[in-house]
């Protein structure tokens, strides 16, 4: 992903861009494969193992969404003080949300793949 169209954007008008990006890709690519995997019969038993291997690939973007999604609020707390902070506020709990998301998606992953652990001990570490 290049950023080069979104740092001309002020700190909480990009975290909420990176946010609503990260959604987007969590709900419409992440949940949906996991969902189809969780249920059983849903995936034919010959195809299980490429539908584990392409969540694999797409959890992968999608820990890289969260990286620059969390990159995002940190360049927003920096910037803070100068900030509106009605919008900054707004864009800190689509964050949060967005966090809480992440989370419980990582939760389901790992139990499907194992690849979802790091990401949720992570979690637990940042912000």
Known sequence: MTDHHLTS???D???ILRAHGEQL???SEVVPIVHQ??????????????ALAYLEVIWIDAC????ETDGARAELERAGAERDGVLCDRARRYHA??????VAVASR?????????QSHEHEHASF
């Open 9 to 11: 954007h002020p700190p």
């Open 13 to 15: 008008i990009n975290l």
């Open 25 to 27: 890709w969590l709900t």
């Open 37 to 50: 995997l969780e249920q059983r019969g849903a995936i034919a038993e010959d195809q299980v193992g490429a």
């Open 64 to 67: 890289q969404r969260a990286a």
């Open 97 to 102: 949300a967005v966090r809480r998301l992440r």
């Open 109 to 117: 992953v790992a139990t499907l793949t194992g690849l979802g652990s």
